[in-house]
Nanobody, 118 residues
Framework: QVQLVESGGGLVQAGGSLKLSCAPSGSIFTTNAMGWYRQAPGKQRDLVATISSSGSTDYADSVKGRFTISRDNVNSTVYLQMNSLKPEDTAVYYC????????????WGQGTQVTVSS
């Protein structure tokens, strides 16, 4: 089935930038959206951004104006450009794919750590 691999995380100072990548591997099944979620220590996993098969995007209020989700249709890679990072953005970031017809977030990556120091 679909496998997703994230990369690009790291340690940055507040106000800095990072760009995350999510690349598929193995068998690819039909999906209608890709997204990024994040989970801080001791907290629930929350939506960061999504992009549909039509290119429509949605963002959490906490990242609007700072983060941008995009995709490369040639290799199916999804990106998350993160600017003006804040310590509150520190979390493990997960890439996810929503399955067509069932509309469930079926496939997930292993996560990549983003740490923003003050």
């Amino acid at each position: 089935q679909v496998q997703l691999v994230e990369s690009g995380g790291g340690l940055v100072q507040a106000g800095g930038s990072l760009k995350l990548s999510c690349a598929p591997s193995g068998s690819i099944f039909t999906t209608n959206a890709m997204g990024w979620y994040r989970q801080a220590p001791g907290k629930q996993r929350d939506l960061v951004a999504t992009i549909s098969s039509s290119g429509s995007t949605d963002y959490a209020d906490s990242v609007k104006g700072r983060f941008t989700i995009s995709r490369d249709n040639v290799n199916s890679t999804v990106y998350l450009q993160m600017n003006s990072l804040k310590p509150e953005d520190t979390a493990v970031y997960y890439c996810a794919a929503r399955r067509t017809y069932y509309n469930d977030w079926k496939y997930w990556g292993q996560g990549t750590q983003v740490t923003v120091s003050s």
